[in-house]
């Protein structure tokens, strides 16, 4: 089977399900497991999105789809050499990937008919349910149970030493910085799996941009930044913009030091397994008093730590 994923999520279920082989063409922006480094991309960004900053990237990104116009292209001519007897795609967001829509029109450029399977989660189950589905669409169901066993079990290892904690600081769980926006989908039942209470975001439902009012009012005592599509590099490049917007000083996780910048981008933005892990690095922050799970390196660091080790260097 030859399949193309359009999606770095399910990239990284595809190899998780043993099909590394079989993936013939991915995005630029799938960068996990590394030798999927190597593989012939058959989508593109439209924009050169690495030298805007946020908010550049939120005004492009607002008038492209007010145009209808995507971010994204599909490379047909890489498409058509792929040859794919599989498309991956999706339909939950058409800011972080290829649409179905426009999966579709790309089919319609190929002198044959791959099957499509598009996902969409938005919950934790849903994207072990995506698993589960992939593994039925290539054949490989034994491995996609085992998989999906393991990251549940984890999953409810972590339920099962935080379920009976009364101590639930205030979570704002910041997805994008300017402006900003408070994580949806399946952010929000985490941060209540990993001992948090996320009282702006609602599980389920797509992230949504909120106020400076709102992030005071609610006055979370922990931020933990989780730009979408960010690593810790790129959002430590914005950060002073937020920082030194008075109602981000006026919150207890500032004025405390509980903000937290993490790796978005590998962990927190991508439906796929490695969410457990976001999970695990959730519960860790929150609770480090009974979490002792393994960080991943460069998944996350304190800010404060961060600044006040910068400046001693010089």
């Avoid at 006026?250 to 457990?276: C, E, L, M, Q």
Wanted: glycine share 8%; proline share 6%; hydrophobic share 40%.
């Amino acid at each position: 089977m030859r399949i193309c994923s359009f999606l770095p999520s399910a990239t990284e279920i595809l190899y998780s399900l043993g099909l590394g082989e079989s993936v013939v063409g991915v995005t630029h922006e799938c960068d996990f497991p590394p030798e999927i480094m190597i593989k012939s991309q058959v989508v593109k960004s439209s924009f050169d999105l690495r030298s805007l900053s946020s908010s550049e990237i939120d005004t492009l990104v607002s008038e492209s789809s007010k145009a209808g116009k995507s971010t994204y292209i599909v490379e047909l001519d890489a498409l058509r050499e792929a040859r794919p007897d599989l498309i991956v795609t999706q339909d939950l967001c058409e800011v972080c990937a290829v649409s179905g829509d426009e999966t579709i029109d790309a089919i319609k450029a190929l002198d044959h008919t791959p099957e499509v399977v598009s996902l969409y989660p938005k919950s934790l189950e849903g994207i072990l349910d995506t698993i589960i589905v992939l593994g039925e669409a290539t054949g490989t169901q034994r491995r996609a149970r085992e998989v999906t066993e393991a990251l549940r079990g984890r999953i409810d290892a972590v339920r099962s030493v935080l379920a009976g904690e009364r101590d639930r600081p205030r979570v704002f769980p910041m997805e994008w910085l300017e402006p900003p926006y408070v994580g949806g989908h399946w952010v929000p039942e985490m941060i209540e799996i990993a001992g948090g209470d996320c009282g702006l975001g609602e599980a389920g439902e797509p992230s949504r941009r909120v106020s400076w009012e709102e992030i005071e009012g609610f006055a979370p005592q922990m931020i933990i930044v989780m730009a979408c599509g960010f690593d810790v590099e790129r959002t430590i490049d914005e950060i002073d913009a937020v920082t030194s917007n008075p109602s981000w000083r006026s919150t207890p996780a500032s004025r405390k030091g509980h903000v937290y910048i993490t790796d978005a981008n590998s962990y927190f933005s991508r439906p796929g397994p490695r969410i457990v892990e976001a999970l695990e690095i959730l519960a860790r922050i929150l609770h480090p008093e009974v979490c002792d799970y393994p960080i991943p390196v460069d998944s996350v660091i304190n800010l404060r730590n961060y600044l006040y080790f910068q400046n001693s260097l010089g």
